[in-house]
């Protein structure tokens, strides 16, 4: 089974806010993107269990014509606080970049 990093055209995080994160996922073509709609890893219960969050609190969005998923959630340390270690939250994607996609 794929990985994530293996069909997406391109996978980012960014900040939406100090207490948000937002993961976009750009896949580029249909195929792709069906598959990573589909993915029970990038299913809010999976997301929130590998970012230690409440799924109740996982929002993910579709845009089918842009063929991206974005992925937000709250961030376990607020944005600048002295226990937060990526204050841009541009690493945060990495780990679903192993995510298994069908």
Same mark, same amino acid.
């Given at each position: 089974?794929? &990985?994530?990093?293996?069909?997406?055209?391109?996978?980012?995080? *960014?900040?939406?806010?100090?207490?948000?994160?937002?993961? /976009?996922?750009?896949?580029?073509? &249909?195929?792709?993107?069906?598959?990573?709609?589909?993915?029970?890893? $990038?299913?809010?219960?999976?997301?929130?269990?590998?970012?230690?969050? /409440?799924?109740?609190?996982?929002?993910?969005?579709?845009?089918?014509?842009? *063929?991206?998923?974005?992925?937000?959630?709250?961030?376990?340390?607020?944005?600048?606080?002295?226990?937060?270690? /990526?204050?841009? &939250?541009?690493?945060?994607?990495?780990? $679903?970049?192993?995510?298994?996609?069908?």
């Amino acid at each position: 089974m794929p &990985a994530l990093k293996d069909i997406a055209q391109y996978v980012r995080s *960014k900040n939406a806010g100090p207490f948000w994160v937002t993961i /976009d996922i750009f896949c580029g073509e &249909a195929d792709a993107y069906a598959r990573v709609c589909n993915a029970a890893s $990038l299913s809010p219960d999976a997301v929130a269990t590998l970012y230690g969050v /409440d799924p109740d609190t996982i929002h993910v969005f579709q845009d089918e014509p842009l *063929k991206v998923v974005k992925i937000s959630f709250p961030r376990r340390v607020i944005q600048g606080s002295p226990r937060d270690s /990526d204050s841009h &939250a541009g690493q945060y994607f990495v780990p $679903l970049l192993q995510a298994h996609v069908a």
